[in-house]
Structures are given as C-alpha cells and as structure tokens.
C-alpha cells in the first residue's frame, strides 16, 4: 500500500471541504501553558536537595493531587521513566511559587479548547465558539486570527467576539509543562519517547468554571453550532466534581436535542470517582477520544485489569488489545465513535462504515506531523507538507497483527458489529514540543471526518 498517495489523497479532499464545516462549540478548558525543557543536571540537583529517597517513591505512583515539591519532581519522573504524559492539579502555593521562581523558557496557548481554537479557527478556517475560562489580556493576544469567537452579554443580548476584542483584563491561568526528548537520561532513567510533565497551577479550570454566558444563554450559543468538543473535565476530584457534571450534563441535553455530534478529549484523570462517572455519561457523547494511559485507567473502572496491564505491557501498544479495549467500552457505553491514538499509529472503532473514517485519520496524523515539525501550524498547507515525514516503520507489525486477527483489508475490519480503521502515523524524530499534539490529533481527526461526509 502506498502511504503518501493514501495521505495526500485524504490532505486534498478534507482541505477542500473542511471550510464548509459550520460552527464548533469547544468547552470548558482554555489557559497559558509556560513551558519549561528540562535539563538533567538541574533535575537531579533538585531532587537531591528535596530527598531522593521520598521523590523516587512518587515516581513509582502518581499523587492523586500536588501538595509538596516530591509529588511534582516525582510526577516528572514518573513521565521520563514511562515517556507518558501525566498532569496534575498543584494545590500547594509554595509548590506554585516553587514553579513559578523555577521559571519557563516560552508562554504558548493552552488548554484543549485554546490550542483546538486556534487550529481549527486560526489554521483551517472553521468557525469555532470558545468557552475561555478567564480573558486576560495576555490570554486573548496567544488567539491567533480567524472565525474565533467568545460569548459576550450585553443587556441580556448575545454577542460573539473574537478574544481580543472582548476587552477583558481577568486573571492570567499558568500551567507548567516540562517537557525532555527522547533519550533524555536523569538519575538512571532513559526517556523512551519525548513527552511531558504538567503541573495546573490555576483555580478555574481544575474545578471547571463556567462562565456566566454559557450558563446563562447557552441555548442560543449550541444554535450556532453544528459540532462540540468537550475537554478539560481531567482535574476534577470526588469532592468538587458534582456542580460541573450537572451543567455539562444540561449542555449535553441541548446539544442532543439539536441533534449535534459531541466529542469527549478525554485526559489522563487521576480521581476514580470522575472516571467511573465520566463512563457512565459517555453514551451521551457520540465519541471519545484517548490514548493508551487514558483507556487503561478506563479498563480499570470497568474491572478489566487484564485487558488495563496488556495496554501498558508493550511499546508499540498491542493493538489487539487496544481493540478489545475499545469493545469492551463501545458495548458498556453505546459511544459511537472512539479514537484511540498512540505513538506510532491510531485506530478507530465506529458503529457506522465508511473509508471518509480512515481518510480522517490520516489528516490528524499529517496535523501531528507538522505540529511536531514545526512548534506551530501555520495554515493549512503546513499540514499537507509534512506528507514528506516518513511513514512509522514499527507499524508494520501492527497492521500484520490486524490482519492476522480480523482480515483487516485497506486499513478496515469489520469487528463484530463495528468497523475498525487503522493507520500508522509519521514519526518526527526529534520535535520542537509535544505540547497540544493529543489535542491536533483529536480535533482533526473529528472535524476532518465530519467534512468528509
């Protein structure tokens, strides 16, 4: 099979019909990422003044929360030990000032819905609707130019501006990312894969703030809208999680009854409790989107421990037990649609047919590639340059895996009442961030799917 013809077969006929798209409504996490590229001396100076001893113990397993300087050099360790990525919310303000004294070497957009704004308004030209938490003036300059638009009440009359235009002076909501490369070496660990490490240190998205326009006239916003993508749900715990799931429960509602597909970004989620309820709306959603951590925590809920220990047991993940994962939660859940991506390669299984499925999926890998390249996509055409990446060799054993287990033919496989689609991505070797990868991948794959039909 011909990978590029295939990749720049499905570039030119999303390109030419992703601009037809109507509104998407993104919800509820938007922020400003300061990220930090890691230098192993500096780490291990650091945890050796803290104690090695208690900081190793948090690299094992993750805290539930941030609460002192271990948990967060532990939680950094975990992610270099694993090459996975993890975020935790810091509840400590000396761990705050910690990071904050510790510095950044770049500000960038942040957040799900921030970094999905800017690609699908600011790159692909699809007009999207932005819940952003907190407009700062420092937030609203990182939105780029295009159909970006936040909510605006004015005299009870909805308006929709882009963020600049808001004219808002809120609070600035930092989040720390520290990111290593692969191969990165602190104490005697090796990175297997770059990735990153995010410590939350703001008040509003950990809890899910929902701004008044959205509660108020959110209505009249899911009206302009003709997809939605929820994210940011990850931080919340047992305690505060109630009063956020009963509105996004009410969104959920009107978006159903127009009658509007909703995506859920799901996000590595510590607390259980928010897990185990984030499955049982998940039928609520047409699909969801995660990768191996994410689906193994979800196994765990499930009571599949066996399938949760296979997803974490291999790099590149099995990928039938990826599917059986996926299976297991179609059936539980009745979710139509579940996009699961990896390093290497993405699948996704769907209750409905269709080679519009596969092609969308080979778009979002085009969308990771140039986000990798590049640091920042630029415009549209950036995507379909990365067409020159070269295609993931290791993908080959897991396409024959594929066609071995379910006579996968052209990348699909009819599995028992769904269709599976697979592609393997491009792998840059050595990214300028991994920062919003998960999110491009998501958000285009979706959209890009949506054009196509």
């Not at 921030?114 to 999207?128: E, S």
């Not at 299976?327 to 390669?345: D, N, P, Q, S």
């Amino acid at each position: 099979m011909m990978w590029d013809d295939l990749y720049s077969s499905a570039f030119q006929h999303i390109k030419d019909k992703i601009g037809k798209v109507g509104g998407v409504l993104l919800a509820y996490n938007t922020n400003i990422d300061a990220i930090k590229y890691l230098d192993s001396k500096d780490l291990e100076g650091r945890v050796g003044k803290v104690g090695k001893e208690e900081v190793f113990r948090f690299s094992e397993e993750l805290p539930g929360r941030i609460t002192k300087i271990h948990h967060l050099l532990g939680g950094i360790l975990w992610s270099i030990r694993r090459g996975k990525a993890a975020e935790l919310f810091v509840e400590s303000c000396t761990v705050r000032l910690y990071m904050k004294n510790w510095g950044w070497d770049e500000l960038r957009m942040g957040g799900q819905v921030g970094i999905m704004a800017n690609l699908l308004g600011g790159v692909y030209g699809v007009p999207v609707i932005a819940h952003v938490p907190q407009i700062s003036k420092l937030q609203a300059n990182l939105f780029k130019d295009g159909p970006i638009y936040v909510p605006k009440l004015e005299d009870g009359k909805l308006k929709l501006l882009h963020p600049r235009e808001f004219a808002g002076d809120e609070e600035n909501l930092i989040h720390y990312i520290y990111e290593f490369p692969r191969g990165f070496r602190v104490f005697d660990f090796e990175a297997p894969r770059e990735n990153r490490f995010i410590g939350s240190a703001d008040d509003y998205n950990p809890n899910v703030y929902i701004r008044p326009e959205f509660r108020e006239a959110f209505e009249e916003i899911a009206g302009k809208a003709e997809l939605a993508i929820i994210s940011g749900l990850q931080a919340l715990t047992k305690e505060n999680y109630k009063e956020p799931f009963e509105e996004l429960e009410r969104h959920l509602e009107v978006l159903g009854e127009r009658r509007i597909p909703v995506h859920l970004e799901f996000a590595f989620t510590p607390d259980e409790t928010v897990r185990r309820r984030l499955v049982e709306i998940l039928g609520k959603f047409t699909s969801v989107g995660l990768n191996e951590v994410e689906l193994a925590s979800i196994m765990g809920v499930l009571g599949e421990k066996a399938i949760a220990e296979k997803l974490l047991a291999s790099d590149p993940v099995d990928p039938i037990a990826v599917t059986e994962a996926m299976l297991k939660l179609a059936e539980k859940t009745g979710v139509e649609r579940i996009h699961f991506h990896t390093y290497g390669y993405y699948l996704a299984l769907t209750a409905y047919d269709g080679a519009h499925v596969r092609d969308a999926l080979l778009f979002a890998a085009l969308a990771a590639a140039a986000k990798a390249k590049l640091g920042d996509v630029r415009d549209i055409d950036d995507v379909g340059e990365a067409i020159d990446v070269p295609v993931n060799e290791k993908a080959k054993a897991v396409k024959g895996a594929l066609v071995r287990e379910y006579g996968m033919k052209d990348c699909i496989a009819k599995v028992d009442d769904y269709q599976l689609a697979f592609v393997p991505t491009k792998i840059v070797t050595k990214p300028k961030s991994t920062v919003g990868i998960g999110d491009t991948i998501s958000s285009s794959a979706f959209i890009g799917e949506f054009a196509l039909r």
